[in-house]
């Protein structure tokens, strides 16, 4: 109804401004023929969504024939279609037109149009407006992003609230995401297991420590995803990272420098420029680490006779730094065909220190011995990457019909050493009496290419069908050398059964096909993805060959919503997926560097498969508070986990406990998590999460590898205060309650920084923590602003576990980064010109104004 008043409005206005041609001119007259003229294009958000109903008007300044002066005539006026597009035919070539765009809730925009000697054809591309603050009543009411909102199967973070993370990286951010759990170590788990993690919608290679948070601008939460979406990353779902992109014709950009308590520096920045048809964009990052921890192991050994109590007390430090970089480029051929290029850079160089001191006493033997060790670790490692992006997007005249391809390439080489010292005393205090030294050096190179095609067509009425195919190919080599000093020679000897250099092959192929509809307030979405997966590894010395195949698996997945009234939506969600072990877990490697901890890779293991249903309800109340409630159960069979057993070591020439993984016969979980999000006052939102599950391994056919079910809370509070003279105060909070030990981490050999640690039945003790962060912005337009964050206020985020199987049992402590202060400095600058690409005069063409 409103689009067919506005219609009428503008016929009126039409028939009484062209009821008698101008003096002097009929229409089409001016160029040879009578020829016209045609102006097309398309209206979306700052986000790029499409805006129906805007009002798109051309007018003509012509000479009043009673005033003498220049006057606005109207030549055409329309709003947009559903999918933002407008179209004007038949339009005067002679002289400029000026085209002015208003939506409600939107600031208005203008712009100048010529055909000039540019033929009869004008494409606009897409036009985006800008939000503004709207004043009804006395009322300013300013359409801003909330902390948190819905969009379908994801939960979107919005990272420009979070001030905590402010001068941090992705790991930082990741500590305020609902549903998400971060452990001192950065290891990242959703629902108690481990998430893909996606970069724009793709896989990625890059680790959350590796991305800037200021290059950030959401994170998006998809705990059940549909076929659409890659099948691995077992029983956990998807994060995927929505990297910042430029919304607004001209420049803008910020500059950010910080440090913390420690010292460590933080730097970069981002620039974007937009006119016309490009878009380019930069950003970089150069992010020091002064990281410093403590932690303590106790552990009885029973399968040592006589049985010996073993306490290491330990204290490291990691110094280095990181720097990363990215570079974008668009080119909008047409308002419907869009290309990409983006190039990332990423280069590490880290130096880590610890000193591990070990007391062993024997027990329960009338001959007691103890002795005491210091073992100091000095190592280094540097990594370089380069990634590759190439990427089309296609829309079409059927509203919604869209197709894209892209090809991504992400290559990677790394190399390091280490030195081991260990020296033995006579007791604790005493003299040396004799000293180890062992030396590890090791080199590698990875190469990951995503190939992927998407096509969206649209149906009768809503209805939509959606298919694409995808190819994942990985390279992947490693070269490990371990060597022993020969004390008599004085020189270091390879120990050639503790050496290892391996290369893998890991490919992937899918496709799938999704089909979507909407009938009254009743949604469905059914789909069927198809993966075809191969592992080859070899042993390159000895020539060993492991491989793996499955020629096809299929991953069903079913969404169904309905819309009730009251602003209230119920959602049910199946989907299938899979987990297939990485390199570290697959290369048969056995790793000495921590004797307590000694590591080894299963070439035998196989993929797990993860049946997920989840039931979500959704409402929104008077002023515009909102409750998320869900409730999930998942199921997963041959479940890889880590497992622990004594074994017979050539090396060491002794029984041994060997740390390694296992496919276990299966593991369930099911919970409820609420997220509720409150806008208490104009000055006061809060974020509320609390996810309580219980989670249970079955291994009935492995000797003391079950872990006993058991319920656990997880939660996070967060606060935004908007105070006067532009300050923000964001308090938050993470409390975890007794849980049971992981029951999967994709990681690397040892555990950080190499302390004694165990993979078996246990649980980890419940801990908080408090953090709190405060924003002053000043300058013209608040260009410049300052944040002062205080991390683990109370230093309450230690890593306290519990571990234990037939063979020992370890009480084991860890606190890293406590009380962590950052200061962080931040300037916007930007100016929105619609002429920044032309040949004119640039004096005088300074920077005016921040870009809002």
């Known amino acids: 109804m409103r689009q067919l008043l506005f219609l009428i409005c503008i016929s009126i206005l039409s028939v009484s401004a062209f009821a008698q041609p101008p003096a002097g001119r009929a229409p089409g007259a001016g160029m040879p023929g009578g020829m016209t003229g045609t102006v097309y294009g398309k209206i979306t958000d700052s986000d790029g969504k499409p805006l129906a109903d805007v009002s798109v008007v051309l007018l003509q300044s012509k000479k009043d024939s009673a005033s003498g002066k220049l006057k606005d005539i109207l030549v055409a006026g329309l709003a947009t279609k559903a999918n933002g597009d407008f179209n004007f035919a038949d339009l005067p070539m002679a002289g400029a037109l000026k085209l002015k765009i208003s939506a409600l809730g939107f600031a208005e925009q203008e712009q100048s149009i010529s055909f000039g000697m540019g033929g009869i054809m004008k494409d606009l591309g897409n036009i985006k407006l800008d939000r503004q603050a709207q004043e009804l009543s006395g009322v300013t009411v300013t359409a801003a992003k909330p902390l948190i909102r819905m969009d379908g199967e994801k939960k979107i973070f919005s990272v420009e609230k979070d001030l905590v993370s402010a001068g941090g990286t992705a790991l930082d951010i990741m500590k305020n995401v609902p549903s998400v759990q ?223 391809a892209d090809i991504n390439y992400f290559g990677g080489k790394n190399n390091g050493n280490s030195l081991f010292h260990t020296d033995n005393f006579t007791a604790k205090g005493g003299a040396v009496a004799d000293f180890q030294e062992q030396k590890m050096l090791s080199e590698g190179n990875m190469n990951f290419i995503t190939l992927q095609t998407d096509y969206v067509r649209p149906l009768k009425g809503k209805a939509k069908i959606e298919t694409g195919l995808r190819a994942q190919l990985r390279k992947t080599e490693n070269n490990i050398d371990n060597y022993f000093l020969d004390v008599a020679a004085n020189e270091f000897v390879l120990a050639s ?214 319920w656990s809370l997880f939660g996070k509070w967060n606060n935004t205060f908007k105070l006067p003279k532009s300050t923000s105060i964001q308090l938050s909070a993470t409390y975890q309650s007794k849980t049971n030990l992981p029951i999967n981490q994709n990681s690397g050999f040892g555990p950080p920084m190499m302390q004694s640690q165990s993979a078996s039945q246990g649980y980890i003790s419940a801990n908080y923590g408090i953090d709190i962060a405060i924003k002053k912005s000043f300058l013209k337009n608040n260009a410049a602003s300052a944040t002062l964050s205080f991390n683990d206020i109370f230093g309450t985020r230690k890593m306290e576990q519990y571990s234990y199987n037939e063979f020992f049992s370890q009480q084991y402590s860890r606190l890293r980064d406590p009380q962590m202060i950052r200061l962080t400095f931040g300037y916007r600058f930007g100016k929105i010109d619609a002429t920044l690409f032309k040949k004119k005069n640039m004096k005088g063409d300074a920077m005016q104004g921040v870009e809002m």
Request: glycine letters at 8%.
């Open 497 to 710: 059964d503790a050496t290892s250099h391996y290369k893998n092959t890991d490919n992937v192929y899918a496709a799938y096909i999704s089909i979507s509809n909407t009938i009254k307030n009743f949604g469905y979405q059914i789909g069927l993805r198809g993966e075809s997966s191969s592992y080859e590894g070899e042993l390159v010395k000895s020539g060993a060959t492991f491989s793996n195949k499955y020629p096809i698996s299929l991953f069903p997945s079913l969404s169904l919503s309905q819309k009730l009234s009251d602003d209230q939506q119920l959602q049910l969600s199946y989907s299938r997926r899979i987990n297939r072990p990485n390199f570290f877990q697959l290369i048969p490697f056995t790793d000495y560097s921590d004797p307590l901890n000694i590591t080894r890779g299963n070439s035998a293991l196989v993929p797990e498969f993860t049946q997920s249903l989840e039931m979500s309800w959704t409402k929104t109340f008077t002023g515009n508070h909102s409750l998320l409630a869900s409730t999930y159960y998942k199921y997963t069979n041959n479940l890889i986990t880590r497992y622990q057993d004594l074994q017979y070591d050539e090396v060491l020439a002794k029984d041994v406990l060997i740390n390694s993984y296992i496919n276990a016969n299966n593991s369930r979980s099911y919970g409820m998590e609420l997220t509720a999000v409150n806008p208490l006052s104009k000055w006061w939102d809060m974020t509320t999460n609390l996810n309580l599950y219980n989670s249970k391994i079955n291994t009935d056919e492995v000797q003391g590898a079950d872990q006993e079910a058991m």
């Open 182 to 404: 971060v452990d001192i170590d950065g290891n990242v788990t959703m629902r108690n297991a481990q998430p893909t993690i996606f970069l724009d919608g793709r896989p990625t290679t890059l680790t959350l420590d590796q991305i800037p948070a200021n290059s950030i601008e959401s994170v998006e939460v998809i705990s059940n995803p549909s076929a659409k979406y890659d099948a691995s990353g077992g029983n956990a779902g998807i994060l995927n990272i929505v990297l910042k992109k430029n919304k607004k014709t001209g420049y803008n950009g910020n500059l950010q420098t910080g440090i913390n308590k420690y010292g460590a520096i933080t730097a970069g920045g981002d620039l974007s420029l937009r006119q016309q048809k490009f878009n380019f964009s930069a950003n970089a990052m150069y992010n020091q680490n002064k990281g410093r921890s403590t932690g303590s192991t106790d552990r009885f050994n029973f399968a040592e006779t006589p049985v010996t109590n073993i306490f290491q007390d330990n204290s490291g430090r990691n110094d280095g730094a990181f720097m990363f970089g990215r570079l974008g480029f668009d080119y909008f051929a047409t308002n419907r065909t869009t290309i990409s290029l983006g190039a990332v850079k990423v280069r590490g160089e880290f130096n880590p220190t610890e000193m591990i001191s070990t007391s062993t006493d024997s027990l329960f033997s009338s001959g007691t011995t103890n002795s005491y060790s210091e073992r100091s670790t000095a190592s280094g490692r540097i990594f370089n990457g380069t990634g590759l992006q190439l990427g089309m997007k296609q829309l079409f005249p059927r509203d919604g019909e869209e197709w894209t």
